[in-house]
């Protein structure tokens, strides 16, 4: 396994950890989980830049990279719901969204295929996370830019979920 795998798996083993704080009570735990948060999404950016520039993109890191992103999300989704007033119908969207696109993914992955992040997916990870990172800020109440994060959260991932599939070959079972 390359360095670029050891740091999207790194970024997978950061989750359990961002449970923890994020359930914290403290001021301390909450800034530690968004600190947390912060790192191991940056580290997304990290193993994709040295993957290219070292010439290692492999398969598996293909297929664990965006694995990583959506146990990190949906981390901090739940604990966003459950703590910090997030509404639920909105994690839902965003998780169903999440789910259906790795079923895709795996598919075509299983049959020799890729299923490669476009540029709406890229911008749906980033205002995931930069939604994502304002609602974790311990803040007194629930402000405007938290609904308009959540708003623009929510375009950029419905819309890359729709491309994916719209853009996307269906793939037939193999014959048995």
Not at 52 to 80: C, I, M, S, Y
Request: include cysteine; proline fraction near 5%; glycine fraction near 6%.
């Amino acid at each position: 396994m390359n360095l670029p795998n050891w740091i999207t798996v790194s970024r997978i083993a950061l989750v359990p950890a961002f449970l923890v704080l994020g359930y914290g009570r403290s001021l301390g735990s909450s800034l530690a989980a968004l600190a947390l948060f912060g790192v191991a999404s940056a580290s997304d950016s990290l193993d994709g830049y040295l993957a290219r520039r070292q010439e290692t993109v492999t398969r598996l890191g293909a297929f664990l990279d965006p694995l990583a992103d959506k146990l990190l999300v949906g981390a901090a989704l739940v604990v966003l719901v459950d703590a910090r007033g997030f509404p639920l119908w909105a994690a839902v969207v965003i998780a169903a969204r999440e789910v259906a696109v790795q079923v895709l993914r795996t598919r075509i992955v299983r049959r020799g295929g890729s299923l490669p992040a476009s540029r709406i997916a890229k911008l749906k990870t980033a205002t995931q996370i930069t939604m994502v990172c304002w609602w974790l800020i311990p803040w007194e109440s629930i402000n405007a830019g938290h609904w308009a994060l959540l708003a623009i959260a929510l375009a950029t991932t419905l819309w890359s979920g729709a491309e994916y599939f719209l853009q996307t070959p269906r793939f037939k079972e193999p014959a048995r």
